[in-house]
């Protein structure tokens, strides 16, 4: 993702969309995970902004973006400086995470300085912050000299967008929104959180494509599962990602058991039923003996789980917009690097359906 991305949007039409955020509006723009929907981190009407316009509850917090340093593709980078406004400490971890994954998929929480706005911590005291890499998305962090809170830009408790489309699609007719356009979504899904703020433990509060192993190689810091450290309604209030609802379509999603999903369809005998199942490239193609009361047609997935998060809210979207009752995922298998994908699908089954609006989530 280098110049084919930068290309698709000028310098230009960059700068206006800085000018936008300096204004105090709303611009959407791409990062490696999901498109967000951006506004100034220090502009308290326009955070208001973001929280109407997806209908987000404003206790549940927003990540700060910021630029990397200049020259941030050298080995010796100073995030000292970047950080220094925003947060209280930065413990040796802290940087150790920082100089291993920035500007990266990975979103730190800390104790947050007094100058960052309750309105984007939903008035708790920490801060959520990550550096993007996508060229676009620091391109525009580079402009604006400031940071840029950004949601997903998706109405609250829906797919996250994975293209400008997507974005475009999601705010039709509620709002003139000004959207980069970076192309697609490599990583697919959105980053990895973990909380650094009690001091001494590193806490997975979001899992993604950066798993608690990777960051063991790489910088020998144990990663402890939010299970391990708190209790349920301890975990609750802080991450919003934790409810069960999220990230849904509005056609029913379901999970099959690997090899059981023709007991998965004989649950909808109804000879009326449209059914999209999701089946592993890896599989041979289901039968049709046997199953002829529901009319379904298969989608093929990519059994690498990388490839996999990439197309997740891609076919989630395209399939919601087909004329199907019902959409089948496998369960995902068991090992760390599924964790990401099989979070997020797990709470789209959950909040899928047309009543779906009845679940609350970002
Ligand atoms: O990949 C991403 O992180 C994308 C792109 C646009 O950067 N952003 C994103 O934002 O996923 P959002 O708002 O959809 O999800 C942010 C998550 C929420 O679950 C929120 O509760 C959690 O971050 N969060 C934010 N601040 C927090 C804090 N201080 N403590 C704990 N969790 C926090
Ligand atoms: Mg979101």
């Given at each position: 993702m280098?110049?084919?991305?930068?290309?698709?949007?000028?310098?230009?039409?960059?700068?206006?969309?800085?000018?936008?955020?300096?204004?105090?509006?709303?611009?959407?723009?791409?990062?490696?995970?999901?498109?967000?929907?951006?506004?100034?981190?220090?502009?308290?009407?326009?955070?208001?902004k973001?929280?109407?316009?997806?209908?987000?509850?404003?206790?549940?917090?927003?990540?700060?973006?910021?630029?990397?340093?200049?020259?941030?593709d050298?080995?010796?980078?100073?995030?000292?400086?970047?950080?220094?406004?925003?947060?209280?400490?930065?413990?040796?971890?802290?940087?150790?995470?920082?100089?291993?994954?920035w500007?990266?998929?990975?979103?730190?929480?800390?104790?947050?300085d007094?100058?960052?706005?309750?309105?984007?911590?939903?008035?708790?005291?920490?801060?959520?912050?990550r550096?993007?890499?996508?060229p676009?998305?620091?391109?525009?962090?580079?402009?604006f000299?400031?940071?840029?809170?950004?949601?997903?830009?998706?109405?609250?408790?829906?797919?996250?967008?994975?293209?400008?489309?997507?974005?475009?699609?999601?705010f039709?007719?509620?709002?003139?929104?000004?959207?980069?356009?970076?192309?697609d979504?490599?990583?697919g899904?959105?980053?990895?959180?973990i909380?650094?703020?009690?001091?001494?433990?590193?806490?997975?509060?979001?899992?993604?494509?950066?798993?608690?192993?990777?960051?063991?190689?790489?910088?020998?810091?144990?990663?402890?599962?939010?299970?391990?450290?708190?209790?349920?309604?301890e975990?609750l209030?802080?991450?919003?990602?934790?409810?069960?609802?999220?990230?849904?379509?509005?056609?029913?999603?379901?999970l099959?058991?690997?090899?059981?999903?023709?007991?998965?369809?004989?649950?909808?005998?109804?000879?009326?039923?449209?059914?999209?199942?999701?089946?592993w490239?890896?599989?041979?193609?289901?039968s049709?003996?046997?199953?002829?009361?529901?009319?379904?047609?298969?989608?093929?997935?990519?059994?690498?789980?990388?490839?996999?998060?990439?197309?997740?809210?891609?076919?989630?979207?395209?399939?919601?917009?087909?004329?199907?009752?019902?959409?089948?995922?496998?369960?995902?298998?068991?090992?760390?690097?599924?964790?990401?994908?099989?979070?997020?699908?797990?709470?789209?089954?959950?909040?899928?359906?047309?009543?779906?609006?009845?679940h609350?989530?970002?």
């Amino acid at each position: 993702m280098s110049s084919d991305s930068t290309a698709l949007q000028s310098s230009v039409v960059i700068n206006e969309a800085v000018q936008s955020l300096r204004d105090g509006g709303l611009v959407a723009f791409p990062t490696e995970t999901v498109y967000g929907l951006g506004a100034d981190a220090k502009n308290p009407e326009a955070i208001k902004k973001i929280f109407s316009t997806k209908g987000r509850p404003s206790n549940h917090p927003l990540i700060v973006h910021l630029a990397a340093p200049d020259r941030f593709d050298q080995a010796q980078v100073d995030w000292v400086p970047v950080l220094a406004p925003w947060v209280r400490d930065l413990s040796e971890d802290a940087l150790k995470l920082i100089n291993a994954f920035w500007p990266g998929p990975l979103t730190l929480v800390f104790k947050k300085d007094k100058s960052v706005l309750n309105e984007l911590t939903g008035g708790q005291d920490t801060v959520a912050i990550r550096a993007p890499a996508h060229p676009i998305a620091q391109e525009l962090l580079r402009k604006f000299k400031g940071g840029v809170v950004a949601p997903s830009a998706n109405r609250f408790g829906k797919v996250s967008p994975t293209s400008a489309a997507d974005v475009r699609h999601e705010f039709e007719g509620v709002l003139d929104l000004m959207v980069l356009d970076g192309g697609d979504c490599e990583v697919g899904i959105e980053s990895t959180i973990i909380d650094l703020s009690s001091g001494d433990r590193a806490i997975l509060l979001r899992p993604g494509v950066i798993t608690p192993s990777v960051i063991l190689a790489k910088t020998g810091i144990r990663v402890y599962q939010p299970g391990e450290v708190f209790s349920e309604t301890e975990l609750l209030p802080k991450v919003s990602g934790s409810l069960k609802a999220h990230y849904a379509p509005t056609t029913p999603l379901r999970l099959y058991a690997s090899g059981r999903v023709l007991d998965a369809l004989s649950e909808f005998p109804d000879t009326k039923s449209r059914v999209a199942v999701a089946v592993w490239d890896s599989e041979s193609s289901l039968s049709h003996d046997g199953y002829p009361l529901v009319h379904f047609e298969e989608v093929v997935i990519p059994s690498d789980s990388a490839t996999f998060a990439s197309r997740l809210y891609r076919s989630l979207r395209d399939l919601d917009q087909q004329d199907w009752d019902l959409i089948l995922f496998p369960e995902p298998p068991v090992g760390e690097e599924w964790d990401g994908v099989r979070d997020r699908l797990q709470r789209a089954c959950f909040g899928s359906g047309p009543s779906s609006s009845n679940h609350v989530s970002n």
